[in-house]
């Protein structure tokens, strides 16, 4: 029963369009939300973050969007560059626990 | 870099044989994890720690144990490897600072069951 899903397991765009990566979950007890990147060979790295009392939160070229009703999240990447071509991983925490629950992932091309 | 290091980085073992991997952390946060990721299901946790001796399972924990002696060392072992355990393992760390935001994660351990 997967709590963290990510349904597009591929997304491919072009350099300086917007990449939009989307990310649905199951429980409503998930209070804290994040997006990590994946490169071949090396372990994830944290990219972005939002608490489910925000709805918005920017970084950059990174937004997070959180639609607490449909449960959905949405990471955007404006401009998208060819170094963001990784996998992205979507999180969830729940309330009292510091395990994170993570979606499979989408792997992000950005051509040229 | 938060300070996280797994060892070995790469191992081929055979089927049958104990393992252990072994994560090290030198920024003394409370929290460790094991992940796998596999092709398909992303990354998974195994077990974690929540201090010392503190140890609970995850979603895949089946097959694996862990021991946490000390605050910078979380060891995973695999009792009797396995095929299907052929993975990716990385060990996670949080807890440092309240409020706790992110968890940061090792390169990885690349583990082959033959």
């Known amino acids: 029963d997967q709590q963290v899903k990510q349904n597009s397991p591929s997304l491919s765009v072009q350099e300086g369009r917007i990449s939009i990566l989307n990310c649905d979950y199951t429980?409503?007890?998930?209070?804290?939300f994040l997006w990590y990147k994946k490169y071949p060979a090396e372990g994830p790295t944290f990219l972005i973050s939002i608490s489910s009392i925000k709805d918005k939160n920017e970084d950059g070229r990174f937004t997070v969007f959180l639609n607490k009703s449909a449960k959905h999240l949405s990471l955007h990447i404006v401009p998208s560059q060819p170094g963001d071509s990784a996998v992205y991983f979507c999180?969830?925490?729940?309330?009292?626990?510091?395990?994170?629950?993570f979606g499979k992932g989408t792997k992000l091309t950005v051509n040229p | 870099d938060a300070g996280i290091t797994q060892s070995p980085r790469h191992k081929v073992t055979e089927t049958g044989t104990p393992v252990t991997l072994r994560c090290h952390q030198t920024e003394n946060h409370r929290y460790m994890y094991w992940y796998r990721q596999d092709p398909g299901h992303g990354l998974r946790l195994i077990h974690y720690?929540?201090?010392?001796?503190?140890?609970d399972k995850g979603e895949v924990s089946d097959g694996y144990s862990v021991s946490r002696s000390k605050t910078e060392d979380f060891l995973l072992t695999l009792e009797s490897a396995t095929s299907s355990q052929t993975s990716v393992y990385f060990c996670a760390i949080s807890g440092k600072s309240l409020p706790n935001t992110e968890a940061f994660f090792g390169q990885g351990t690349r583990l082959t069951v033959v």
């Open positions: 429980n409503s007890m998930f209070d804290y």
């Open positions: 999180a969830a925490r729940m309330g009292g626990s510091e395990k994170l629950v």
């Open positions: 720690s929540y201090g010392v001796k503190d140890t």
